[in-house]
């Protein structure tokens, strides 16, 4: 380590104001800050003093992802061996099983190994991707600003690809994650000045731009729809009682066709079903989550408004839904389970760039948020999850919600101190 930081001392020169590479210095500043404690530290009592720096907050919410990380390699590869396996059929890119069969293994759902090296292989140029392009485009603006490389999307760069279906075309995810920078971030000024979550600015741009490739019945698994035909709980309810799901009338009914053979609560908390790469588990979300709220990084008042507000709406119409009405029916429970909810909760809704501020706010940023997504999922059957938009309509009104908070602490206070 001492020879690197030789190195990197000895090539600073070049990058300093008056160097031949000093139009690079923000290339420099976030390899030399990535690596080493900056330099530059406040010191004095007159500065307030704290080991929670931009850098160390984002990392630490890349290591609360690390189960969401782990269950997208594994349960990728698993969705698409068992369908290989159990049904015959056939992977639907040529390159990604000649490169599985390379490692020598074979479509083993029991094996562990087998799962995460065929998961990689379609989760890693979907992370690659996202890396090179959004990285570069950061880079450009850091050049033309002069400024530093925020780690802001060592985050956004990790949160994009989980929220993907692993059958994503990679030209998509490069447009994808260059709109969520730039329309999402960099025009507003970047790191701290982003009013939109960028990673769900991405995915929405994808999700309208290219359907086709982000909802539908078969797009969450590696394999040929030739040989498999399946969907996730939230496609067979939106579409309960008509083509293929026409004889679907309840929650028992669609959880017969959920992935092509049947899926139990318990498959859906664990994450052992179709969906985008990396929110798949509730359990890996909660792991997260408590990671979060330990270290501080993550506000619990917001996670508990979220789940306050879509148990509470969905409980309602749990109660009041009438025969035939599969959403409107579905038990709170599972809504707690199914798509993105736990994991959009836990990794999207708390972004502290783009949600409420205020403490009162979060409250009612939370709750904002869990009654959208069930409104969206149950009132609107073209977009059966709910949580994307839900988390972007909140964005948009958090800072409508403090400023009533803070004004409504105001008129307190004149009323208390009034002569």
Request: glycine share 12%.
């Amino acid at each position: 380590m001492k020879f690197l930081r030789g190195m990197l001392d000895k090539v600073e020169p070049m990058f300093l104001e008056g160097g031949k590479l000093e139009r690079l210095y923000p290339l420099y500043e976030a390899a030399d800050t990535f690596l080493y404690t900056p330099p530059d530290r406040a010191k004095g009592l007159t500065h307030v003093r704290d080991g929670l720096d931009l850098k160390r907050t984002m990392i630490f919410v890349v290591l609360a992802l690390m189960p969401c990380i782990y269950m997208a390699l594994w349960n990728t590869g698993y969705q698409a061996n068992l369908e290989i396996y159990e049904h015959g059929a056939k992977p639907i890119e040529d390159f990604h099983e000649t490169i599985f069969k390379m490692t020598g293994l074979e479509h083993d759902p029991a094996s562990w190994i087998s799962n995460v090296v065929l998961g990689a292989i379609f989760f890693l140029p979907v992370y690659i991707v996202t890396m090179t392009v959004g990285g570069t485009i950061e880079l450009i603006f850091s050049i033309v600003r002069k400024h530093e490389i925020n780690e802001g999307f060592l985050v956004s760069g990790m949160l994009f690809p989980l929220i993907l279906p692993p059958t994503i075309p990679l030209w998509q995810v490069a447009v994808g994650i260059g709109f969520g920078i730039l329309v999402g971030k960099e025009v507003f000024g970047g790191t701290g000045k982003n009013f939109l979550n960028p990673a769900l600015t991405a995915r929405a741009f994808l999700y309208f731009a290219h359907a086709g490739n982000m909802i539908g019945d078969k797009v969450w698994t590696a394999v040929s729809p030739d040989g498999f035909s399946g969907a996730t709980t939230l496609g067979v309810v939106a579409t309960a009682g008509t083509g293929a799901f026409a004889d679907v009338k309840t929650m028992s009914d669609a959880l017969t066709h959920v992935d092509g053979h049947g899926i139990t609560w318990n498959d859906a908390f664990m994450g052992w079903i179709q969906g985008s790469m990396g929110e798949t588990s509730v359990l890996a979300c909660l792991l997260g989550a408590a990671f979060l709220i330990a270290t501080g990084i993550g506000s619990w008042r917001i996670m508990a408004g979220c789940l306050i507000g879509a148990v509470g709406i969905s409980t309602i119409f749990w109660a009041s839904a009438s025969e035939g009405a599969v959403l409107f029916g579905m038990a709170p429970w599972w809504h707690l389970v199914v798509g993105g909810l736990a994991f959009g909760i836990v990794f999207m809704a708390t972004d502290p760039v783009s949600a409420s501020m205020t403490r009162t706010g979060k409250w009612f940023y939370g709750i904002l948020i869990g009654v959208m997504t069930i409104l969206i999922r149950s009132i609107n059957p073209a977009f059966p999850e709910g949580i994307m938009l839900a988390i972007l309509f909140g964005n948009v009104m958090a800072p409508l919600i403090d400023y009533f908070v803070l004004q409504a602490n105001i008129n307190r206070r004149k009323a208390r101190y009034a002569t």
